[in-house]
């Protein structure tokens, strides 16, 4: 039932009580008044979508995770194995309550890949004010890269960009040896035909943001979402630009650089509190509900992984609930469970380097991480742990 709907009933009730006001004798009248009060309580909690009740202020409320229903014989269990992963922040928000809290939930981290979320919540938020078109093309847009875009891959549209299916498997800033190894050569896909996760997809995006609102991304981010949603730890100097170096080789030459930030888990877990909510914080829409929805559902499949969204991915981790989740390089991830109201933040305290141009690809791989693997049992774990 809509808004509109429910306001009806609730003034078709209201007009019967004054109907009963006139008909019947006082005892009686009181008793269909309040017969008549617990029907609009009843409609309003049971078909009028409303946002969770509790959200933090300054900080995260906790709950006993005994008395929220959760299994402290399980919860330790989950709390062995984290325990011999590297040193991480692991957050667990359940229903706007903390019921885990371990290692340092203030502690800045850079989060990688984790990036593109944030970012993808700022195009929602200017696509409905206006300032951005989907379907735009990069040659409307006028985006073109160093070396240049061919005239096919300039059709691609903003919106295929966000899906990681542009075509466009030009040079780019940042990413892991893995991801460059299997990047396709360029003009092997048509704009919007395939899927690969795509580096500079995502950056282009964040020239592409900053180009048509006029604002950086940072400033939007602050004003939009972290002081809105009282993050604690955020401030403007932890996000910053990396650009091609000089010199850079031929596989990292573009014009677009990364956007990167350092956020805490606490602050990563209000972010994810706000998709649960459908964008909306204690009672103010600051992310569109439609494009929660939009940005989360899977227009690609990944394999194992899941599907991907707007830089979002969706489901995976070996899981039967429906989740969407931020990733990043080296054990960064913010999960999000809907049907158990779950946040689930795990930041893996080793930064992947800004210059890997003297590091060797053993060098990366013998940097403290969890697999991916890891971290789908460390969730399997803690489901099972949450009994109610």
Same mark, same amino acid.
């Given at each position: 039932?809509?808004? !509109?709907?429910?306001?009806?009933?609730?003034?078709?009730?209201?007009? %019967?009580?004054?109907?009963?006001?006139?008909?019947?004798?006082?005892?009686?009248?009181?008793? =269909?008044? #309040?017969?008549?009060?617990?029907?609009?309580?009843?409609?309003?909690?049971?078909? !009028?979508?409303?946002?969770?009740?509790?959200?933090?202020?300054?900080?995260?409320?906790?709950?006993?995770?005994?008395?929220?229903?959760?299994? $402290?014989?399980?919860?330790?269990?989950?709390?062995?194995?984290?325990?011999?992963?590297?040193?991480?922040?692991?957050?667990?928000?359940? =229903?706007?309550? *903390?019921?885990?809290?371990?290692?340092?939930?203030?502690?800045?981290?850079?989060?990688?890949?984790?990036? =593109?979320?944030?970012?993808?919540?700022?195009?929602? #938020?200017?696509?409905?004010?206006?300032?951005?078109?989907?379907?735009?093309?990069?040659?409307? #847009?006028?985006?073109?890269?160093?070396?240049?875009?061919?005239?096919?891959?300039?059709?691609?549209?903003?919106?295929?960009?966000?899906?990681?299916?542009?075509?466009?498997?030009?040079?780019?800033?940042?990413?892991?040896?893995?991801?460059?190894?299997?990047?396709?050569?360029?003009?092997?896909?048509?704009?919007?035909?395939?899927?690969?996760?795509?580096?500079?997809? /995502?950056?282009?995006?964040?020239?592409? /943001?900053? +180009?048509?609102?006029? $604002?950086?991304?940072?400033?939007?981010?602050?004003? %939009?979402?972290?002081?809105?949603?009282?993050? %604690?730890?955020?401030?403007?100097?932890?996000?910053?630009?990396?650009?091609?170096?000089?010199?850079?080789?031929? /596989?990292? +030459?573009?014009?677009?650089?990364?956007?990167?930030?350092?956020?805490?888990?606490?602050?990563?877990?209000?972010?994810?509190?706000?998709?649960?909510?459908?964008?909306?914080?204690?009672?103010?829409?600051? *992310?569109?509900?439609?494009?929660?929805?939009?940005?989360?559902?899977?227009?690609? %499949?990944?394999?194992?992984?899941?599907?991907?969204?707007?830089?979002?991915? *969706?489901?995976?981790?070996?899981?039967?609930?429906?989740?969407?989740?931020?990733?990043?390089?080296?054990?960064?991830?913010?999960?999000v469970i809907p049907e158990k109201q779950l946040v689930v933040v795990y930041l893996n305290h080793t930064e992947f380097p800004d210059d890997t141009h003297n590091l060797s690809v053993d060098s990366l791989k013998a940097l403290p991480?969890?697999?991916?693997?890891?971290?789908?049992?460390?969730?399997? $774990?803690?489901?099972?742990?949450?009994?109610?």
């Amino acid at each position: 039932m809509d808004d !509109s709907n429910f306001q009806n009933l609730k003034e078709f009730i209201v007009e %019967q009580a004054a109907v009963y006001n006139d008909e019947v004798t006082s005892k009686a009248r009181l008793k =269909k008044i #309040i017969f008549l009060f617990v029907l609009i309580i009843i409609f309003q909690s049971g078909f !009028s979508q409303k946002v969770a009740s509790v959200f933090p202020i300054k900080e995260w409320a906790s709950a006993n995770p005994a008395l929220t229903g959760w299994s $402290l014989k399980k919860l330790q269990l989950v709390r062995k194995f984290f325990d011999s992963l590297p040193p991480a922040s692991f957050l667990v928000i359940d =229903k706007g309550q *903390v019921v885990v809290m371990w290692g340092d939930p203030g502690l800045r981290i850079k989060i990688s890949s984790m990036r =593109k979320s944030l970012l993808s919540a700022l195009f929602g #938020i200017y696509q409905y004010k206006g300032n951005i078109s989907l379907d735009k093309s990069l040659s409307d #847009i006028g985006i073109d890269d160093e070396p240049p875009l061919t005239d096919s891959e300039k059709t691609a549209t903003v919106r295929m960009l966000l899906k990681a299916r542009s075509g466009i498997y030009h040079s780019y800033v940042a990413g892991t040896p893995a991801m460059r190894v299997k990047q396709p050569d360029r003009g092997s896909h048509t704009p919007g035909t395939f899927w690969y996760y795509n580096n500079w997809d /995502f950056n282009a995006l964040g020239t592409i /943001f900053e +180009k048509q609102t006029q $604002l950086k991304i940072v400033n939007a981010f602050y004003d %939009q979402l972290a002081i809105p949603t009282g993050m %604690q730890d955020f401030r403007k100097k932890d996000m910053y630009y990396l650009y091609a170096p000089t010199g850079a080789f031929d /596989f990292e +030459k573009s014009i677009h650089p990364a956007y990167h930030f350092r956020m805490s888990a606490r602050d990563l877990a209000r972010f994810g509190y706000l998709f649960l909510n459908n964008g909306n914080w204690s009672g103010r829409q600051l *992310v569109p509900k439609e494009w929660v929805r939009e940005s989360t559902t899977a227009y690609s %499949q990944s394999g194992e992984e899941g599907g991907y969204g707007y830089l979002w991915w *969706v489901n995976g981790f070996d899981i039967s609930l429906k989740s969407f989740s931020a990733q990043g390089a080296l054990g960064k991830y913010l999960i999000v469970i809907p049907e158990k109201q779950l946040v689930v933040v795990y930041l893996n305290h080793t930064e992947f380097p800004d210059d890997t141009h003297n590091l060797s690809v053993d060098s990366l791989k013998a940097l403290p991480t969890e697999s991916y693997e890891q971290i789908s049992h460390l969730l399997r $774990l803690l489901l099972a742990a949450k009994e109610n």
